[in-house]
C-alpha cells in the first residue's frame, strides 16, 4: 500500500474509529495487539486472499491430518449422520468451510430445505455456494453474511423447518473454553426447537504428532504465519522486515492448546500506519491458539452451553472427533 492510502486509513481511524471497514478492523486490531505488553494479533486476520491460498496449502500437506481425518469421518458416518437427522432439515453452515465436507453431508442427509452458510466474507461465500450449486442444482442456498459468533436472525426460508448447524475443522479450538461456551450457547438459540449439531474437533495427542501438524518440513504452517506480517506491509504501510522474524509452534500442556508465535530474531523497531512498535530480540506476537478435546471434554463443554451429546465419532487413531449434539 503506498503513503497516501495508509494516511487516508489513519485518518479514518482517528475521525471515526468505531466505523467498521474491513481494512479499519485490521487496522485496529494491529495496533491494539501490538500496543500490548504481550504482543499479539488476532487469528482471524491470518484469512486474505493469499492466506487462504496458504491455508488450501496446509490442508494438502502430509503433516496436517485434520482436514483428511475429518473429511474421512464424514465419508464413513454420513449415513448415520442422515439417519439420526432426519428429513427436511435447513443446513446452517458457521464460517464457509470447504465445499467438499459440506457436499458430503448436503449428499447424505434427505430432502435438505435449504443450505445457509454464513460468513464474514462475501467472496468466500460466492465461491463456496457457486461450487455447490453446481453440484447440488436442486438445493436452495441463502447464504447470509455475517459474523456467525453473533448472527441474530436466520433468513426467513429457515423458519418452520428442524435445522442442523455444522461447524468443521475444529475452527471451534480458535476459541478459549469461555468464547467457545458463550459461541455455542448463541447457536442453540440460532438452531432453536429440535436444532442439532454437527462439529469437528480435533482431539488432544502426542506432542510429536501435533507439533508437526503445525510447523511443516516444507514450511507452508511458516509462511502461513508470516502472511500475516507481509499483509500489515501491504495494507497498513507496514515495514516488518519478514527475514528477521521467525514462525514458532508449541504445545501448551497446562492450556491443552497449540500456539504459534512470530519470533522476533532481533532487537528492531518496525512501523505500522506511522506508529513505531518495538522488537526485543526473541520477543513474540502471538499470533494462533488452536485448543484440543478429549470426546469427554468436550462434551462437557457443549453441556455447559445447554446442548446435549447424541453420538461422537473418532478414527481408528483417535486423531479427529465429529460430535452431533442436540438442544
Ligand atoms: C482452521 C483454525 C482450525 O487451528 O488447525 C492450520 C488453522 N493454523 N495451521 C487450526 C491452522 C495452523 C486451523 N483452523
Redesign the pocket.
Known sequence: MDGELALELLDELVEAPSRASPRNEFAQAVLAGLSQHRKSIPCRFFYDARGSEL?EQ?TALPE?Y?TRVETELLRANAAEIAWLAGADRVVVEFGSGSSRKTSLLLEALCRVRAYVPIDIAGECLDEAASWLRQVHPNLTIEPMIADFTNAVTLPSLARGWNRLGFFS???I??LDHREAVGFLAHAGRLLGKNGLFLIGVDLKKSPSILIPA?NDAKGV?AE?NLNLLARINRELGGNFDLSRFVHEAIWNEAAGRME?YLRSLADQTARVLGRSFAFAAGERIHT?N?HKYSVAEFQCLASTAGWRPVKAWTDDAELFSLHLLSV
Open positions: 491455508f496446509i496436517y485434520p475443522g475444529s475452527t479450538g480458535n503445525y504452517t502461513f504459534m494462533e488452536s
